[in-house]
């Protein structure tokens, strides 16, 4: 700046120009990251909940869950799944719920940022959330005794996880950009506890009534836990959840995209 | 050259491409119209304010020009872009304040600013802004503990951060205390001063008679007046508005109006206290009449602790041509008033 400067016209004179578009969306995932941490029932349902039902379920042996061999062999993959609800819906949907209610992301949207990078952080945000889940359970589990099985494939578990998120996501944003805050917090944590029942994650889907296991084996929950527990070494054919999962894909993050207000 | 004389002339000539203008825009929620046809321009460097009555339709037209809605019909250019099409490369030089803050609770005014200074690549220093609002005791308090007036404050803070070519301010004194909006006309008149384009909505109408080089009134829709605050106010039957340290006899006020508005003049009380009105002049008040007036008073020992010259406030206009019933109501207690 050549021009004299004092307080009172501090905002005048030449524009700043923007950064780039990828060090704005870092600084958003940041804060996205920074602001989740900071929401104590977020770091419940996104890790100490996952974790804990790997834990408690490996160590009782209960019924197990989907998957074979030994009890923390089959509640691994369920636990994974149940990270990815919690952090790509569960979370995302509460805390776009309220940014939208609050007018976070419409300031967002007015300022250089802009929505896509407004978009491009969220999806950091559950991608970076995601990983240290993985990371937490992968190394909780291995602790346990758990090794991966022999048909283990990290292309499957990748699909899966990308899929899954997708979906779960695109559920998630349908409901916060088209709901009151309120009722996101109410449903998004009522689905989360459906999806533990009907996910297969805590019990196996074959001892829910024969109506309600084939139901639930087409929602997302299940073959999420069913891609999950095929990549992690638990054999079986990944054909037809992978397709379901593809589908919900398309479905919810395609809904979700024309349905979701900003305001 | 005033922003003003700016304007006008470049209306004729090889006239810079206006900082906004918005032709003819129409605006319906389903079957509710809520804009029907406005047209204005803001010049660059000039301090616009649209005025009007909740409902009226300002805000509206401000998300428009901001890019967050699309007029129906009619066109609008931003700094010579499209705001919806050439957003990207719009937002840069604009420089927001909404009038729902549109701040995460859970943030502090310290961490927002140093966020939103990484969307630029040489902004304004966030700690320089946050003395500069009056916000460095509150910088780490979180949002919802703010008082309304810090959350305006901050939000214009976020507005300033990348030296904004353009800057829109949706009722920025709102909620304000007397102390902060006086600091925050000065800001403004600061802004202007250094060359910031300015569009204000406001329902503070004094700060718009102070600050603002044209005002466009807006009600259910459409424009109903606009022009500089003198243009909006002059119309109509010179007077002149006084109030003076003690009350005057019948007679005397009979007397003042002879001695200083010549014949066909009259004073009369107007509102508590010894306020009087001086109507009839034959010609817009000049000099001599506030000369004459204030020797008349200093014969009598009376101080003139107030004088308004023109036609009325722009209140006193805006209520005309927005609220003809309270306007109505308004004269009518007048004329009661000085019968």
New interface residues.
Partial sequence: MSTPRTTDTLGAGTPAKPASWLAMTWALTLNELRVAARRGENLLVTFVIPAGVLLVFSAFDMTGATGTGTPVDRMLPGSIALAVIAAAMVSLAIATAFDRSYGVIKRLGGSPAGASAVVASKTMGVIVIEVVQTLLLVGLATALGWTAGPGASVLLVVAGLVLGTVAFAGLGLLMAGTLRAEAVLALANLLFLLSLVLGGIVMPLDKLPGAVATVASGLPPAALAHVLAIGLGGGGDATEPLIILAGWAVVLGGLAARKFRWD | MSAAAAASAATVGAAPIAAISVASIHKAYGKRAILTGVSFEVQRGELFALLGPNGAGKTTTVEII???RKADAGTVSVLGLDPVRD??KL??????M?Q????????TPR?VLR??A???????APE??L??VDLGAAANTRYRRLSGGEKQRLSLA????????L?ILDEPTAGMDPAAKHATR??IA??R????TILLTTHELGDVELLADRVAVLDRGRVVASGTPAELTGAGAPRVRFRLSEALADADAAALARAVGGAGARVSAAGAGAAYEMTGLAAAPDPRLVAALAAWCAERGLLLTELRLGARSLEERYLELVGADVAAEAEGAEAEGAA
């Fill in positions: 901001e890019g967050y957003g990207t937002r840069p030089s604009i420089g927001l909404l729902q803050g549109g701040i995460d609770n859970r943030t961490e966020l939103y990484r969307f630029y690549r040489d902004p304004e320089a802004l003395t500069a976020l507005a300033l951060l990348g030296r904004p070519k800057l000065e800001r600061a802004l001063a250094a060359g910031t």
